[in-house]
């Protein structure tokens, strides 16, 4: 046990012959080469800071400038602004080297203009977005303006290679849009949700607060756009998720799955040993900035700041307001099985442990027979629980002593892993499998997932995997690139032989896993218990049915020349209508990621053009030409949305703002109160693949994630998250609650199913007329 060996790394006693000191040479060796490896983290940090700061310049610049600055100068040359001679005025001599010190201060001043100069350009650039709306294909033809635009783009940011957070200082902020604008694009997405006199009252509402109060809030939030990176990020994160007294369980942690079309292994320490190996080695990445930026069509880097707090991350409680612990490394992850927490290390002599050396770790794990202590088993409910009781509860039973410590161990933890006792089924003809897996992820036991950490890596006992994330420090697509990665390493190369073990043979026996100590009183676990019947009964509640439609996928809605995501958006609004016999208010999540700190933008999928097309879907009068005219129309709606979101002219984060202004201000708002009462009924959200360069599906059609979901936002509503998987598969996570007697996701599941269905026969119909005119 590390802890005790520490304990005794170094101890004295007072003799009568004077001091005895005893030193345990081999604690003190790990000690140094823990320091060792944190100080070359240091100095790695360092250098790739530097790196980013002078991006896209280069050192090697520096060294040319001075080189041609100091024979310029030396050989009576005058250099630009002719530096050099006026540093010298200064000088106390005119020797040689103080020439040549002018030379190199002269050009390092040369040197830091060119890169600011390049920066500040690239960040104007950056702030160009006509190519958003011009290159919607890889056929679209751009503007010559954007042409211009590309080149001078490649040129900028060609001086040098570029590291994860490099484009970070290079990013615009976002922009805030004008009161008016934002106003306006409101009073048109609530247009088909309200009849005549309800929206003429909302015009008014909305006629006063532009006109009134508006602008104050308005004057404020130029203040924070010009002060802040991001003017809404930090409150986002606060007033959103931190604030939030209710349980993360449900309400706001999602959820991801494994790679279903592959099985690897069923042995269930190999795949663990294989995932957390691989986990480590994308951590290192991170660490050193090796992991490629994303780049949209190649020129437009994405803000990864996000990426910062993958690991080593926890949400700790509070009364008022939760916080963000982010520590800068860690040795070691906690493992949850059985009802018991362990400890284990991940390191040996300044290395990561290889998959077999870890899953010897995890081995031991699963043969360990002894039993869980008086409160251990269902301690992570008061994670699941509401977040004031555990403020309460951790404060009161976990601030110091063995129970401080033992916490620490997870919190501090790379990440937590649970080793499941049960397997994880997937069943093309048992659906009902697949929605038990989704609901084990998002939920489990309620007292089996420390809904706290940032993500927690559950593995079943047949070797599948999936993962439970908290959302407050970062959205879906971080964590999907980052299972992308590990999946795609586990198809890529050989990790399993053919009994299902790592492959390789350990070098060394891995420290063993050392049980964490708990002294729970019977309070405390009374306390955890009252968490855990409230999470029971948001378990109980809740309910998750997980669509596989293969018929067909993007392939034939690009065919149809069509944007999948709109094709998708439109094939729910029609099963919405269907299924509550009205329109209703719809989220979906897209990102602003094209700015510093930006995070997410709702989409209002919901519009005049959609809803004229779903009216015309159920007119068996209307033609199919004009249904499918409609059909584009709504779909170029939506997508001319989506692009205005990503650009930073959306709606709701900015209302959001004002209505933080105005809570500072204590002034009501009865525009702001309308406005925010309404129930996002329908919430929808794409989860994207194909982050990392090397994903290839052709390569690997079996490669992908069937994707993740969450609970539903209102009561009376649906939560609805798909994904692309291929060019004929779709997968749709629909969860909502089973209190609420209008709603039921294998209902809305089959609504889907219809609505695609008829979709596809709709354009299968118009073909076939317009084959059978040409003959």
Not at 278 to 301: H, T
Request: charged share 25%; with cysteine.
């Amino acid at each position: 046990m590390a802890e005790a060996h520490a304990a005794v790394a170094f101890s004295f006693s007072i003799t009568h012959e004077g001091w005895d000191v005893n030193l345990d040479r081999e604690v003190l060796h790990l000690v140094w080469q823990s320091g060792v490896r944190s100080w070359k983290k240091r100095i790695a940090r360092l250098l790739n800071n530097v790196h980013n700061g002078i991006y896209p310049g280069h050192y090697s610049y520096l060294c040319v400038i001075i080189g041609l600055v100091s024979a310029m100068h030396l050989n009576g040359l005058k250099v630009p602004l002719n530096l050099p001679p006026k540093i010298l005025s200064i000088c106390p001599s005119q020797t040689i080297l103080w020439n040549l010190g002018a030379c190199a201060l002269s050009s390092l001043t040369y040197w830091l203009s060119g890169v600011y100069f390049l920066r500040y350009s690239l960040k104007m650039l950056f702030m160009y977005k006509r190519w958003m709306y011009e290159l919607q294909t890889k056929d679209s033809k751009p503007s010559f303006i954007t042409k211009i635009w590309i080149g001078m783009v490649k040129v900028l940011g060609g001086w040098n290679t570029p590291k994860l957070y490099s484009y970070q200082s290079s990013l615009p902020r976002l922009p805030l849009p004008s009161l008016h604008d934002t106003v306006m694009r409101y009073l048109k997405s609530v247009r088909p949700l309200l009849d005549d006199s309800a929206h003429a009252k909302m015009v008014k509402l909305a006629a006063k607060f532009e006109n009134g109060i508006g602008k104050k809030l308005q004057r404020y939030l130029v203040l924070k756009s010009w002060w802040s990176s991001n003017y809404v990020s930090d409150w986002w994160e606060e007033y959103v998720y931190l604030r939030g007294r209710y349980p993360l369980m449900i309400n706001s942690n999602f959820y991801g799955i494994d790679a279903i079309m592959l099985h690897p292994t069923t042995n269930q320490a190999a795949r663990a040993g294989s995932i957390i190996n691989s986990l480590l080695m994308f951590r290192r990445l991170l660490d050193r900035q090796e992991l490629d930026p994303i780049l949209i069509q190649g020129l437009v880097p994405l803000c990864n700041w996000q990426y910062e707090r993958i690991f080593n991350t926890t949400r700790v409680p509070g009364t008022e307001a939760d916080k963000i612990l982010h520590f800068p490394d860690s040795t070691h992850i906690a493992v949850y099985h059985k009802g018991r927490y362990f400890k284990v290390f991940i390191y040996h002599r300044g290395r990561i442990l290889r998959p077999a050396e870890i899953q010897m770790q995890i081995e031991q794990i699963l043969k360990d027979e002894s039993q869980p202590q008086p409160g251990e088993e269902k301690l992570a409910a008061l994670t699941a629980g509401v977040r004031k009781h555990w403020a309460y509860v951790r404060d009161k039973y976990f601030s110091k002593g063995v129970n401080r410590i033992s916490l620490d161990a997870i919190e501090k933890a790379a990440f937590v892993v649970v080793l499941d006792d049960f397997p994880y089924e997937f069943d093309m003809d048992d659906p009902s499998k697949l929605d038990r897996y989704g609901k084990v992820l998002l939920h489990g036991r309620g007292y089996d997932r420390w809904f706290d950490k940032s993500f927690t890596l559950c593995i079943g006992s047949n070797g599948r995997l999936g993962f439970n994330a908290e959302h407050s420090w970062s959205d879906a697509p971080i964590l999907a690139h980052c299972l992308e990665y590990i999946l795609l390493e586990e198809a890529e190369t050989l990790r399993f032989d053919t009994n299902g073990n790592t492959l390789g043979n350990p070098e060394f026996t891995p420290p063993p896993p050392s049980r964490l100590n708990w002294h729970i009183k019977f309070e405390c676990q009374n306390d955890i218990q009252a968490s855990l019947d409230i999470a029971n009964k948001l378990i109980e509640d809740f309910d998750l049915r997980i669509y596989v439609h293969d018929r067909y996928g993007k392939g034939f809605m690009k065919g149809c020349k069509l944007s999948p995501d709109a094709y998708i958006q439109m094939a729910l609004q029609l099963a919405y209508f269907r299924d509550a016999g009205k329109f209703c208010l719809t989220y979906e999540a897209t990102m602003t990621r094209l700015y510093r700190e930006g995070r997410t933008e709702t989409v209002r999928p919901c519009t005049e053009q959609s809803s004229n097309w779903v009216r015309a879907m159920e007119d068996q009068n209307v033609p199919a030409e004009e249904k499918i005219r409609l059909l584009r129309i709504a779909c170029e709606t939506h997508q001319r949305a989506v692009k205005d979101a990503m650009c930073g002219k959306g709606i709701d984060r900015h209302i959001f703002c004002l209505f933080v202004v105005s809570k500072y201000l204590e002034i009501e708002s009865p525009f702001l109160k309308e406005v925010l009462s309404d129930s996002w009924r329908l919430s929808t959200s794409q989860t994207p693949h194909g982050q990392t360069k090397r994903m290839d599906l052709k390569k690997h059609p079996k490669c992908i994630s069937a994707g993740g979901g969450f609970g539903p936002v209102a009561d009376d509503g649906y939560g609805v998250s798909y994904i692309i998987a291929g060019e004929d598969l779709l997968f749709f996570h629909i969860s909502n609650k089973k209190s609420c007697p209008t709603t039921d996701c294998h209902r809305f599941a089959r609504k889907i199913e219809t609505a695609l269905a008829d979709m596809h026969q709709l354009h299968v119909q118009l073909f076939n007329k317009s084959k059978s005119s040409v003959i």
